[in-house]
């Protein structure tokens, strides 16, 4: 299935990219700004700061006041938010298309005149905010630390991907207004921004507003530096045990694979589109045979993460049954996983897998908001705003040989890290 969503590409002489996609079906605009920095961007000692500026953007600007960026779009009935992840920075909203000029000009105020309105007490603030938040959703939280222990037992010390978006309390604690200020100046220009608008709004329009309220910033980020080697699949396995007050033992199963996009993004698709095959179907070998039949696990997530500086991750997670040994359920995974390698996909796997994509895809591209999101995603990290378009035909050339070198190369167990939770009072039991 070919897509044809008319996508208008321009780039201001200061760098910045804007993808423009029109569409009239209802009176409203999503404006979507991706800025080149995540937390694999962060130096050592200097962890979270890309999330904590998701949050200080929203203190206020040279010519905005505290908090006003969220009142003055909810005030037009428009919705609002931001995101940090790994490899960039996300800010969005979708509002009336009467209000598309109030949204770009306060999305110019903070990319242009932040530091104006970054002192010490909004710094404070902020940084409090984040540090409950990561009390709140990591330290305090069941399984919380499992994905902070996953990146730092798959990738090495010093890797791009080695610590948590969130970042860790002492350098949070460190941070000085000064460092923040370093860290918008080398990171948030506006030739390393690409943003997307879809809805209400004829691409001529857009161009125009966004040329007369960006236009002007013209300081320039950082080079980028190039990207690390490739990391290929761990050589053995590896594991970390935690003895916690959790409900019960859970099982993480985490792989390298290959970087996303580029050369080595239809292997990336291939590998998860394995990982799909295995646990993400009703009838699925993990699914069906653990948890339907046998009933030994609770359920069973298995997925894929994108990332694009030399390597990906993949996951499988069982929740283990009452009164299942955890080690003899690991190695039954583990026997499921060899088998996949061995055998590949069946048709029925094939065709359920690429139909939930389908159905995934088509489901999001019908949102404003979460298409805007896909077409920056693509423009950002690989140069590919039309991916919006290709994806479904990129899906359907997938062949069940792919996916079954995929998961040869990348999804054998003893290629794993494995974290796996123990309930402490099973343990007390046990002793």
Known sequence: MLLDFTL??????????LIVQPDSTTPTVTVNLWVGVGSRHEERGRTGFAHLFEHLMFQGSEHVANGEHFQALMGVGGRLNATTWFDRTTYFETIPSGALELALWLEADRHANLLAALNQDNLDNQRDV???EKRQRYDNQPYGQ???TIYATLFPVGHPYHHPTIGSMEDLDAASVQDVHDFFRRHYAPDNTVMTIVGDVTAERALELVERYFGHIDHRAEPRRAPVAALPPL???????????VPNDRIHLAFRLPAEGGDTGEEFLAASMALDCLGGLSFSPLEQHLVREQQRANAIDVGAMGFVDGVSL???VVDVAEGVDTDDLEEQVCAELTAFADEGPTPEQMEAVR???????????AAKDERADIISHYTSLHDDPGYVNTFLERLAAITPEAVQAAADAWLRPQSRAAVVYRAAEQQEEVA
């Open 8 to 17: 208008e590409d321009h780039t201001l002489p200061n760098g910045l990219r």
């Open 146 to 148: 499992a994905m902070t």
């Open 355 to 365: 139909a939930q994509a389908e159905r995934g895809w088509l489901s999001a591209l």
């Open 130 to 132: 984040v540090k409950e």
């Open 235 to 245: 050589a053995e396995p590896v594991r970390e045990e935690v003895v916690d007050e």
């Open 314 to 316: 993949g996951l499988v």
